[in-house]
C-alpha cells in the first residue's frame, strides 16, 4: 500500500527491516528497525512514529504555543537544539516560532510515566528545570544511571519517593508514545507539568501561520547576519 508524507515527493512503500540492513530514517536520523516506510530511489526511510506524527501538536511542555511538525530546520544554520534533550538535529522537529522551541519527534512523545531496571519505583518525566528539585545554588546534577551530567535546562525523568533521584530522558527509555498528545488538546491524564512562557497571552496559530512565522524568522536573521557581515567589513576598512 503507497503512504504519502507532506516531506516527501514521492509515494512511500511500508518495507520490513531484514536483518544486518542498516538504514536510517531521514525523520529522526536514527537506524530502523521493524517496518518503515521507504522510498528506494531516494534513499528515504521513516519509522512508523515519524512518519504518523501530528502535523502539530498542543504539547503540555509549551501549551500557550501549537508545536509545528517542519521536515526541516529553517534556522541559517540547518540545525536546531533540541529543548528536551540537549542534542542537535538537521532533520524532522516539532517547532514553535514565537518563542523558538525545538524538540525532536521522539523527545515531543516521550511517556509521561516508566519504569527502569535500575530502579524500583516509576519514573515521572519533568519538563520543568530539574535544578528545581535541587538546591537553587546547584545549577547540574548527576543522572543516576549514566552517572553524566544532567543539564538543568534538558528535561529529566525523576523518582517522587526517592531524593534526587534524576536521570536522562534517553537515559530512562527508547520509547515513543505516539499520540499521546491529540492535534488540538493535550488532555492525557497523565499529562507532563506545564511550563509556558510567563507573561506571553495565549495565542492560537493556524499550521500556515506558523509556518509563515517561521520563514520570517529565517529572513530576519540573514538579515542579521548581513548586517553584522556589512558591519565588521566598514570597520575594517576603515582601520
Not at 24 to 41: F, K, L, M, N, Q
Not at 53 to 58: C, F, H, P, Q
Not at 206 to 231: N, P
Request: aromatic share 10%.
Amino acid at each position: 500500500m503507497e503512504y504519502k508524507h507532506f516531506s516527501h515527493q514521492h509515494s512511500l512503500m511500508m518495507y520490513q527491516v531484514q536483518q544486518g540492513q542498516q538504514l536510517r530514517c531521514s525523520g529522526c536520523e536514527s537506524y530502523c528497525h521493524d517496518s518503515v516506510y521507504a522510498c528506494w530511489p531516494c534513499n528515504f526511510f521513516l519509522h512508523q512514529h515519524c512518519g504518523n506524527a501530528n502535523r502539530y501538536v498542543k504539547h503540555p511542555s509549551h501549551p500557550l504555543h501549537p508545536l509545528i511538525l517542519l521536515p526541516s530546520p529553517t534556522y541559517c544554520s540547518a540545525t536546531f537544539l533540541c529543548n528536551a534533550c540537549g542534542a542537535p538535529g538537521n532533520a524532522f522537529s516539532y517547532c514553535c516560532a514565537l518563542c523558538e522551541i525545538d524538540l525532536h519527534v521522539h523527545c515531543a512523545f516521550l511517556p509521561p510515566k516508566v519504569t527502569h531496571n535500575s530502579h524500583p519505583h516509576q519514573l515521572g518525566l519533568i519538563c520543568t528545570n530539574p535544578a528545581d528539585k535541587v538546591d537553587q545554588n546547584t545549577p547540574n546534577c548527576i543522572c543516576k544511571i549514566c552517572n553524566k551530567l544532567l543539564e538543568s535546562k534538558h528535561w529529566a525523568y525523576d523518582c517522587s519517593k526517592c531524593d534526587l533521584f534524576l536521570v536522562h530522558t534517553y537515559c530512562a527509555t527508547k520509547e515513543v508514545k505516539l499520540g499521546l498528545y491529540p492535534d488540538d488538546a493535550a488532555s492525557d491524564s497523565e499529562a507532563v507539568p506545564q511550563n509556558g512562557c510567563e507573561g506571553q497571552p495565549e495565542v492560537e496559530l493556524t499550521e500556515d501561520a506558523v509556518v509563515e512565522l517561521y520563514k520570517l524568522q529565517l529572513q530576519m536573521q540573514m538579515a542579521d547576519q548581513f548586517a553584522q557581515m556589512m558591519s565588521s567589513f566598514n570597520l575594517t576598512s576603515l582601520a
